[in-house]
């Protein structure tokens, strides 16, 4: 029993390193690449991002976004709200395109959308009783941006970037309205009839934050 135990230990010491190696090689293999600063071939982000925009009106918007990189191709997903002065609206749809991503955090991207724009209150006025028109349209568009990844030695990252972005309503629909408008004079309420345009043009100027992760 003696004789066996010290035989026995060394066994189970040398089967722990045998299945130990190929792990270890491969974080050092990966350590190596992360020092050597090569750029991964594959990664996927998630963010936000928010900024202004100048549409029927200057106004604000806030966005969520995801995105997945292979090579120089990129496609992703997004859906983001806005408002100018009365109007409001809300926006989905999806990218394709390319993306850069250098070796020292570096990131560029050019890609198309494609979309719908749901719309609520357009032309809606400053103490008037005009509601405004609702309605939806889809629409095509662009987004291009410049970002830095965080990070290099490190499978995670943040991201912190800017970007712009042309959204073009691909229908026009005209929309007409009945309200009741007080006078402001003696008070006596008037039929009134206003019309509206569903579809616009917006652009943007945007900040973008978020989580990138390397696909090794």
């Known amino acids: 029993m003696k004789t066996r135990l010290p035989e026995m230990c060394f066994g189970i ?5 045998l299945c130990a190696t190929p792990a270890a090689a491969q974080d050092t293999v990966d350590a190596d690449a992360a020092k050597a600063g090569n750029v991964p071939s594959r990664d996927v982000a998630v963010g936000a991002y928010t900024g202004i ?3 029927y ?3 604000g918007m806030l966005g969520i976004q995801a995105r997945y990189r292979l090579g120089l191709f990129e496609a992703g997903g997004f859906a983001e709200v806005g408002t100018e002065a009365f109007t409001y609206y809300a926006g989905f749809g999806a990218t394709a395109g390319l993306a ?9 991207v050019a890609c198309g959308a494609l979309g719908i724009h749901a719309y609520e209150n357009v032309g809606a006025r400053f103490l008037s009783a005009d509601p405004g028109a609702d309605g939806s349209t889809p629409f095509a568009g ?11 030695r490190s499978q995670n990252h943040v991201e912190l970037g800017l970007m712009g972005s042309y959204d073009g309503d691909l229908t026009r629909s005209t929309v007409t309205t009945y309200y009741m408008q007080e006078d402001w004079l003696d008070g006596t309420p008037r039929a009134m009839t206003s ?8 652009f943007g100027a945007l900040v973008t ?8």
């Open 13 to 17: 010491s040398a089967a722990f390193l």
């Open 100 to 108: 850069w991503r250098t070796s020292f955090g570096l990131r560029l």
């Open 53 to 55: 925009f100048e549409g």
């Open 209 to 216: 934050v978020g989580w990138t992760r390397d696909l090794l």
């Open 195 to 202: 019309t509206h345009t569903i579809g616009t043009h917006r």
């Open 57 to 59: 009106n200057r106004g």
């Open 142 to 152: 662009a987004r291009v941006g410049a970002s830095y990844i965080f990070g290099r």
